[in-house]
T-cell receptor, first 114, second 114 residues
Framework: EPEVTQTPSHQVTQMGQEVILRCVPI?????FYWYRQILGQKVEFLVS????????KSEIFDDQFSVERPDGSNFTLKIRSTKLEDSAMYFC????????????FGSGTQLSVL | AQKITQTQPGMFVQEKEAVTLDCTYD???????LFWYKQPSSGEMIFLIY??????QNATEGRYSLNFQKARKSANLVISASQLGDSAMYFC???????????FGTGTRLLVSP
């Protein structure tokens, strides 16, 4: 079965550094998402991306965050200047459409900001 | 505003027994979708089942069924014949029409004992 793949599985960075989290969505999917889960807390929506632009974002997704689809397969989340509170599991997800469509999630990237 | 409530932080069930995980939601939109995801200790988010607000029948997927009571705004997950591998965190989520984000509940940790 096709799956969403994320790299790396773990990322450790120093506060203030830039990080890029990478995802390869399922190939025929058109909608791409990033979610995060701070340890022990619920999963929170960050951003959705369709047709090469952001289609929806949450208040968490401020100017420190950006997303990009640099080629036909990858989807990236960049955090420009990481803060301690950015430490979380980051999930990429994709779906074929939006209405009645299930999201397929990747295995996540655990980001630790020291 | 969308809201999902899961009131059971933890549930215990014996192998081969059925278990119900509760989920209530709040929305003023007549069109929405409800999802259940499983998160094992390895961290990935696994789609289990989907129910649309206009679906007449309760959704079923193998051992999973969704007890959808629209008037009560509840969407409980029923797992029949529990297996040890069902031990995981379970999240209920909702998406309103016109939005792409999923809003998640706080989750229920299920432990299946032999």
């Amino acid at each position: 079965e096709p799956e969403v793949t994320q790299t790396p599985s773990h990322q450790v960075t120093q506060m203030g550094q830039e990080v890029i989290l990478r995802c390869v969505p399922i190939s025929n999917h058109l909608y791409f998402y990033w979610y995060r889960q701070i340890l022990g807390q619920k999963v929170e929506f960050l951003v959705s991306f369709y047709n090469n632009e952001i289609s929806e974002k949450s208040e968490i997704f401020d100017d420190q965050f950006s997303v990009e689809r640099p080629d036909g397969s990858n989807f990236t989340l960049k955090i420009r200047s990481t803060k301690l509170e950015d430490s979380a599991m980051y999930f990429c997800a994709s779906s074929e459409g939006v209405v009645d469509e299930k999201l397929f999630f990747g295995s996540g990237t655990q980001l630790s900001v020291l | 505003a969308q809201k999902i409530t899961q009131t059971q932080p933890g549930m215990f069930v014996q192998e081969k027994e059925a278990v119900t995980l509760d989920c209530t939601y709040d929305t003023s939109d007549p069109s929405y979708g409800l999802f259940w995801y499983k998160q094992p200790s390895s961290g990935e988010m696994i789609f289990l089942i989907y129910q649309g607000s206009y679906d007449q029948q309760n959704a079923t997927e193998g051992r999973y069924s969704l007890n959808f009571q629209k008037a009560r705004k509840s969407a409980n997950l029923v797992i029949s014949a529990s297996q040890l591998g069902d031990s995981a965190m379970y999240f209920c989520a909702m998406r309103e029409a016109g939005f792409q984000k999923l809003v998640f509940g706080t989750g229920t940790r299920l432990l299946v004992s032999p």
